[in-house]
Antibody, heavy 124, light 107 residues
Framework: QVQLVQSGAEVRKPGSSVKVSCKAS????????INWVRQAPGQGLEWMGG????????NYAQKFQDKVTITADESTSTVYVEVSSLKSDDTAVYYC?????????????????WGQGTLVTVSS | DIQLTQSPSFLSASVGDRVTITCRAS??????LAWYQQKPRKAPKLLIY???TLQSGVPSRFSGSGSGTEFTLTISSLQPEDFASYYC?????????FGGGTTVEIK
């Protein structure tokens, strides 16, 4: 069974950055898209971007294009999201989620397996 | 960007009720639409994909329909464990977007 285990909660000051990890186990890693979704307190779900590790290139929502970097390390089956220039409205739970299907169209398949979420709090 | 508008945003229902949630897309997404259920402090769970395909293990009281710009999620007989928030998501084009969510609460 596929499991995604995320790194622990983080507290950061405004203007700093944070890097959250998502380690996959069970199943094939490299050919499935891993996406990052965030959820601000009491709010809905927001797709930030995703990556198919075997291809290496990430795709981002325009809003996050210059703010977020998604990378993958195939040797450890881990995907990372780094969020820079943090502001208070970046306070949210950040989820990673693996796609249902593999291959070059993986990015356009639903999010089947989810990590447990990582709370990032931005506060001075 | 494709906007997804869910309605209602909140509904109050009783156990055994039939519940329908609508998701409207600002432009056509064919059948590249999924539905998720989220309970408080938990990650979302995939219920339905390709507009009407039930994900393995999901109870048959959940069903989805629609194509193009209008979609529905129906729960045929609401159970206590179904009280949660529900989100639609389009997977037709970047950026992948979610609807604003529908919270189903106990009447």
């Amino acid at each position: 069974q596929v499991q995604l285990v995320q790194s622990g909660a983080e507290v950061r000051k405004p203007g700093s950055s944070v890097k959250v990890s998502c380690k996959a186990s069970g199943g094939t890693f490299s050919s499935y898209a891993i996406n990052w979704v965030r959820q601000a307190p009491g709010q809905g779900l927001e797709w930030m971007g995703g990556i198919i590790p075997i291809f290496g290139t990430a795709n981002y929502a325009q809003k996050f294009q210059d703010k977020v970097t998604i990378t993958a390390d195939e040797s450890t089956s881990t995907v990372y999201v780094e969020v820079s220039s943090l502001k208070s409205d970046d306070t949210a739970v950040y989820y990673c989620a693996r796609a249902l299907r593999s291959g070059y169209r993986s990015s356009f398949t639903p999010f089947h397996f989810w990590g447990q979420g990582t709370l990032v709090t931005v506060s001075s | 960007d494709i906007q997804l508008t869910q309605s209602p945003s909140f509904l109050s229902a009783s156990v055994g009720d039939r519940v329908t949630i609508t998701c409207r897309a600002s432009q056509g997404v064919s059948n590249f639409l999924a539905w998720y259920q989220q309970k408080p402090r938990k990650a979302p769970k995939l219920l339905i994909y390709a507009a009407s395909t039930l994900q393995s293990g999901v109870p048959s009281r959940f069903s989805g329909s629609g194509s193009g710009t209008e979609f529905t999620l129906t729960i045929s007989s609401l159970q206590p464990e179904d009280f949660a928030s529900y989100y639609c998501q389009q997977l037709n084009s970047y950026p992948l977007t979610f609807g604003g969510g529908t919270t189903v609460e106990i009447k």
